[in-house]
Nanobody, 124 residues
Framework: QVQLVESGGGLVQAGGSLRLSCAASGSTFSSYVMGWFRQAPGKEREFVAAIKMSDRTTYYADFVKGRFTISGDNAKKTVSLQMNSLKPEDAAVYYC?????????????????WGQGTQVTVSS
């Protein structure tokens, strides 16, 4: 398993931006699919975005397309999520996750390693 540590959450006004980062340990980072999920109170944890570190293929949930951008750096073993035009409904705990599978990057069950989460709060 890979160890993951998120950072960058916080409070932002609607329409603002935040950048989340995830630092990973382990020697096979470039072979992983790295994902971001989020969970709001009382709701299921849902897929936000993912990136295949081997070729930088990206995947997005429809509700963040055009607003969020996922990127990764194999040398630094980090993945980031740039979030622009934030809405109150984007408020949640955001989790970084790593998958060694190349199956369905949008599925939570594909991911075997998770970070502790970072809180994003969006005020209206």
């Amino acid at each position: 398993q890979v160890q993951l540590v998120e950072s960058g959450g916080g409070l932002v006004q609607a329409g603002g931006s935040l950048r989340l980062s995830c630092a990973a340990s382990g020697s096979t980072f470039s072979s992983y699919v790295m994902g971001w999920f989020r969970q709001a109170p009382g709701k299921e944890r849902e897929f936000v975005a993912a990136i295949k570190m081997s070729d930088r293929t990206t995947y997005y949930a429809d509700f963040v397309k055009g607003r969020f951008t996922i990127s990764g750096d194999n040398a630094k073993k980090t993945v980031s999520l740039q979030m622009n035009s934030l809405k109150p409904e984007d408020a949640a705990v955001y989790y970084c996750a790593a998958s060694a599978l190349y199956g369905y990057p949008r599925m939570r069950s594909e991911y075997g390693s998770w970070g502790q989460g970072t809180q994003v709060t969006v005020s209206s």
